[in-house]
């Protein structure tokens, strides 16, 4: 016999969702301003890429790794840039005070970002093809879990690509000076950084002279890639 008003069949109530559930989209935002000095001049989002345009491989890195919308920042001959790659399903913002350094372009990609729904945003270098989609998808898996400030690490040292809560985003870009970009904030809140290693799917190098270029050259790509 069951008490008046009494459930006779109790139900446990649902578990509580983890942290970081439901959280707002996190923004891919792809740096590919710089002019390739030591290049001899070659704009970085130019370089051949597996019969492409760098910057296409870079943004679809982004995508495919679960960013959206993805943003990218162009500096050097943007218009050369537009016309000889794909970006139509991506926001294009151009940086004319691209050649004071790396810094002026992540203020420019905070700045378009700034009022979106993005509740973070996953900063990353067109020069990086080694880094594919896995580790992308890695860092936004650490904001998901609850993570505001997060950046790939590779044997543990800290590297790209790098997650920024966008309560972090005005002082990111106040402290954003030459080719720095966000390393200063970043050493200043070492406390609240999640550092998430990628260093068994992706490899960190740059191309930023001459000898780099054999590493565009497909099967010389590391982890990275073009996504597929």
């Not at 106040?174 to 720095?180: F, I, L, M, V």
Request: glycine content about 14%.
């Amino acid at each position: 016999m069951t008490t008046s008003g009494a459930d006779p069949h109790p139900t446990t109530p649902p578990p509580a969702p983890p942290a970081g559930a439901g959280r707002p989209p996190v923004a891919g935002l792809l740096l590919a301003a710089g002019g390739g000095r030591r290049l001899g001049g070659r704009p970085k989002a130019l370089l051949d890429f597996r019969g492409r345009p760098l910057v296409e491989n870079a943004a679809r890195v982004l995508r495919d790794g679960g960013c959206g919308p993805v943003h990218i920042v162009l500096g050097a001959a943007a218009d050369a840039v537009r016309t000889r790659a794909e970006l139509s399903a991506y926001a294009v913002t151009e940086n004319p005070d691209w050649a004071a350094g790396m810094g002026t372009s992540l203020r420019a990609g905070l700045a378009a970002l700034t009022g979106t729904d993005a509740g973070a945003v996953l900063v990353s270098l067109v020069d990086q093809p080694g880094i594919g989609p896995a580790a992308v998808a890695r860092l936004v898996a650490a904001y998901e879990a609850g993570a505001d400030l997060a950046a790939a690490a590779y044997e543990g040292r800290r590297g790209h690509p790098v997650l920024f809560g966008a309560e972090h985003w005005r002082a990111i870009a106040e402290s954003a000076a030459g080719d720095r970009g966000a390393r200063d904030y970043l050493a200043a809140h070492a406390d609240a950084l999640t550092l998430v290693e990628c260093g068994d799917v992706a490899a960190p190098y740059d191309i930023d002279t001459p000898a780099d270029l054999p590493r565009l050259t497909a099967g010389c790509t590391g982890h990275g890639g073009d996504g597929a």
